[in-house]
């Protein structure tokens, strides 16, 4: 069992930066991948980033502007938010799975998810 939070949300204006953090319980956090996930009202649940062990992947849309790490150690994972734009507000959503890394854009395999955390843009 994984339990996730995520904190770091909050109002920003467009161009500027944010900093997720997700802490999560549990003694094989290593062995997970985590992602984020964003969904904006209105539409559905959309991929950001994930990373394995040994790679980031992130969604076009926030390549290289967003930047995905995690300290495994303490078992934080951290969504870095530069840049941002208007069209990048909405609840941001931390999840672990275990799978195939090349399947980490697919909601459906993530077993845990956080309560999430509200990012706002303003133009």
């Known amino acids: 069992q994984v339990q996730l939070v995520e904190s770091g949300g909050g109002l920003v204006q467009a161009g500027g930066s944010l900093r997720l953090s997700c802490t999560a319980s549990?003694?094989?956090?290593?062995?997970?991948?985590m992602g984020w996930f964003r969904q904006a009202p209105g539409k559905e649940r959309e991929f950001v980033a994930a990373?394995?062990?040994?790679?980031?992947f992130y969604a076009d849309s926030v390549k290289d502007r967003f930047t995905i790490s995690r300290d495994n150690a303490k078992n934080w994972v951290f969504l870095q938010m530069n840049s941002l734009k208007p069209e990048d507000t909405a609840v941001y959503y931390c999840?672990?799975?275990?799978?195939?890394?090349?399947?980490?854009?697919?909601?459906?395999?993530?077993?845990?998810w956080g309560q999430g955390t509200q990012v706002t843009v303003s133009s």
């Open positions: 549990g003694r094989t956090f290593s062995t997970y991948i």
């Open positions: 999840a672990a799975g275990q799978f195939p890394f090349s399947s980490s854009p697919y909601p459906k395999n993530y077993d845990y």
């Open positions: 990373i394995s062990w040994s790679g980031e």
